[in-house]
């Protein structure tokens, strides 16, 4: 501002900055203000529209809990209709499958399950939803197209990693193929669950022991491969 020669020179040049800018600061300054007050808006709404879906979820577990099967049903629709960008809405799939196998409701107890492990937030739900939808499927007489769709999960195709649940995939083709008859495979595949199972594996062993003993070829291949070196 040194440059000028006089006072008035230096104001004259201010005001005339501030005349062809004033409007772009102006607008620039309400725009974050606007952005700053629109987030925290967003937020509240947010927190609010997740706190609306809480207390009816609650609702949905103590008519659960009172065996208010209907109720349960309503309130679940109303969290899947309004609430489905909240993680009450697998929660609430959850129950509702239950209620639709108390129904004997089999077939739409698989599909809101297959839709909870299709869009639920939460990885571990995920597979939960699954693995119940599979359960129901082997029960209902699916037992080929569940393996077929437990070998997927496993190889990991579609993206789908089976994680610390690995075990219970397993179990359940054993489970699969022990009612197809097919004693062999039912046998390996109790055996690679009781290797990676976090849980239930009193229960696999017991399953395991129901089979019967192992032929002494099916004892030999399997003594082989646990002491197979690994290759490099």
Same mark, same amino acid.
């Given at each position: 501002?040194d440059?000028?020669?006089?006072e008035?020179?230096?104001?004259?040049?201010?005001?005339?900055?501030?005349?062809?800018?004033?409007?772009?600061?102006?607008?620039?300054?309400?725009?974050?203000?606007?952005?700053i007050f629109g987030?925290q808006?967003?937020?509240?709404?947010?927190?609010?529209h997740?706190?609306?879906?809480?207390?009816?979820?609650?609702?949905?577990?103590?008519?659960?809990?009172?065996s208010?099967?209907e $109720?349960v049903? /309503? #309130?679940?629709?109303?969290?899947?209709?309004s609430y489905s960008?909240?993680?009450?809405?697998?929660? +609430?799939? %959850?129950?509702?499958?239950?209620?639709?196998?108390?129904q004997?409701?089999k077939?739409?107890?698989?599909?809101?399950l297959?839709?909870?492990?299709?869009?639920a937030?939460?990885?571990?739900i995920?597979?939960?939803a699954?693995?119940?939808?599979?359960?129901?499927?082997?029960g209902?007489?699916?037992?080929t197209?569940?393996?077929?769709?437990?070998?997927?999960?496993?190889?990991e195709?579609g993206g789908?990693?089976?994680?610390?649940?690995?075990?219970?995939?397993?179990?359940l083709?054993g489970? $699969?193929?022990? /009612? #197809?008859?097919?004693?062999?495979k039912a046998?390996?595949?109790?055996?690679?669950?009781l290797?990676? +199972?976090? %849980?239930?594996?009193?229960?696999?062993?017991?399953?395991?022991?129901d089979?019967g003993?192992?032929?002494?070829?099916?004892?030999?291949?399997?003594a082989s491969?646990?002491?197979?070196?690994p290759?490099k």
């Amino acid at each position: 501002m040194d440059v000028y020669q006089t006072e008035e020179e230096q104001v004259e040049s201010i005001k005339k900055w501030w005349a062809e800018n004033s409007r772009s600061i102006i607008f620039g300054v309400g725009l974050g203000l606007f952005a700053i007050f629109g987030w925290q808006s967003w937020q509240e709404q947010t927190r609010t529209h997740t706190l609306e879906a809480s207390d009816i979820y609650q609702q949905l577990t103590k008519s659960l809990k009172d065996s208010k099967y209907e $109720a349960v049903l /309503l #309130l679940a629709k109303e969290i899947e209709e309004s609430y489905s960008d909240t993680p009450y809405a697998a929660l +609430a799939g %959850l129950q509702k499958a239950k209620i639709q196998i108390e129904q004997a409701k089999k077939d739409e107890a698989i599909v809101t399950l297959d839709k909870v492990a299709a869009t639920a937030g939460n990885n571990s739900i995920q597979h939960i939803a699954r693995i119940r939808s599979f359960r129901i499927r082997i029960g209902i007489g699916q037992m080929t197209d569940v393996i077929s769709d437990i070998d997927a999960v496993i190889n990991e195709q579609g993206g789908i990693n089976p994680g610390e649940f690995i075990g219970q995939y397993e179990a359940l083709k054993g489970d $699969a193929y022990r /009612l #197809l008859g097919d004693v062999e495979k039912a046998r390996f595949g109790y055996i690679a669950a009781l290797r990676t +199972a976090t %849980l239930d594996r009193r229960l696999i062993q017991l399953k395991l022991d129901d089979l019967g003993p192992p032929p002494k070829k099916f004892a030999g291949e399997n003594a082989s491969k646990n002491t197979e070196e690994p290759k490099k």
